[in-house]
């Protein structure tokens, strides 16, 4: 049993993509070739957004817009500790300070209410200005947006959504992509639409931004592509990479739905999974459960990989208590949803191939104690 299982899904595809891989060949425009544009266009319509600007990864996706923002020191970037370490890297990166929001228990992403106080604190002590949220979508579901951005006209704050996981997923009839002022994706392996290294976009209606993030991530550059005129990075996007891309997305929506069948066949079974509250869709980048405690899930794990399950611990620290972050000062304790999560959490295999009788045997594995 896979835990993620590309083998099964690169056979539908691999003649096309063989295909389109061979066209770059001919043409040699390996960065940023006419594949990239295509995938930007394509990418922009399914989201229903007027820009799609690619990038070399989901970690340049949420640095590129910070920098356009002009965010550094003195600034505080309010975000969850309950994700992966690259969306408080990059407010660090820049010399901004991550201010850490705990989670929601249900859903595991940034808790409202919290979020208002941490803005009202960190307002109070006027040791640091706030600029903007970075809310995640984590393992596919999108954050609560309208509070969020109602929350962020009322402080004057930016928004990022940080849609690493969750490409594909929606509220309403708006897709992923389309809240906020800006969105990140990321197009890692791994990820519900991934390509075959590392990759990302970035998704937004705001012309300036759009400009300012696509010199950007062509180091600065605008009309002369030697002439810089800002600090910017080598964040583009290859040809191939975006070729992956193109064949992906041609059959995404189906693959999405057979992620919606395997999600709904786990809950038949399991009450302890995130709760998806109604007319919230999630791209189901994983399905994860809550134990009792540590030494249930350390048991579980023992027990799965006995029958040979692949399990997988998102996340086993929260970002707050990792020791690159420990001189922000936050202690055990802090941000006691989160670190409860992450060290009760268990990730089980996910992905449009799973069968029924795999998940049958997840399920008689976590019952027989």
């Not at 993030?213 to 550059?221: Q, W």
Request: charge should be neutral.
């Amino acid at each position: 049993m896979e835990f993620l299982d590309l083998k099964t899904q690169q056979k539908r595809f691999r003649k096309p993509l063989e295909k389109r891989i061979n066209k770059i060949l001919d043409h040699g425009a390996y960065i940023m070739g006419p594949e990239v544009f295509e995938l930007e266009q394509k990418l922009a319509d399914y989201c229903g957004v007027k820009h799609a600007i690619s990038c070399s990864s989901g970690t340049d996706a949420l640095l590129i817009p910070l920098m356009a923002w002009g965010v550094g020191p003195g600034d505080a970037v309010f975000t969850t500790p309950f994700t992966y370490v690259a969306t408080a890297e990059v407010i660090s990166i820049l010399g901004a300070t991550p201010v850490f929001v705990d989670v929601y228990e249900s859903t595991y992403n940034i808790d409202c209410d919290k979020l208002e106080i941490e803005i009202n604190k960190v307002i109070d002590d006027g040791k640091l200005k706030p600029k903007a949220i970075i809310p995640v979508d984590l393992f596919g579901l999108p954050a609560r947006y309208r509070l969020i951005d109602k929350i962020a006209k009322k402080y004057n704050l930016k928004v990022i959504e940080d849609a690493a996981q969750s490409f594909g997923g929606s509220i309403r009839d708006k897709k992923v992509g389309m809240f906020g002022d800006v969105a990140a994706t990321s197009f890692y392996p791994a990820k519900p639409l991934g390509c075959y290294g590392d990759g990302g976009a970035i998704f937004t209606n705001d012309d300036n931004l759009a400009e300012e993030c696509k010199a950007i991530r062509i180091h600065g550059t605008k009309k002369d592509k030697y002439n810089s005129e800002m600090i910017g990075l080598n964040g583009r996007l290859d040809s191939i990479q975006a070729a992956v891309l193109l064949e992906k997305l041609s059959f995404f929506d189906e693959e999405l739905e057979m992620r919606i069948e395997v999600d709904k066949y786990y809950r038949k079974y399991l009450n302890n999974a995130q709760h998806h509250p109604k007319e919230y869709q999630s791209a189901h980048a994983l399905f994860s459960i809550v134990l009792g405690s540590n030494s249930k899930r350390n048991d579980l794990v023992e027990r799965l990989s006995k029958n040979k399950i692949p399990s997988v611990v998102y996340y086993k620290f929260p970002i707050h208590l990792m020791k690159a972050f420990q001189y922000l000062g936050y202690n055990k304790g802090s941000l006691p949803v989160s670190e409860k999560l992450s060290d009760t959490i268990l990730s089980l295999p996910m992905h449009p191939y799973l069968k029924e009788q795999d998940i049958d045997c997840i399920f008689q594995t976590i019952q027989n104690k």
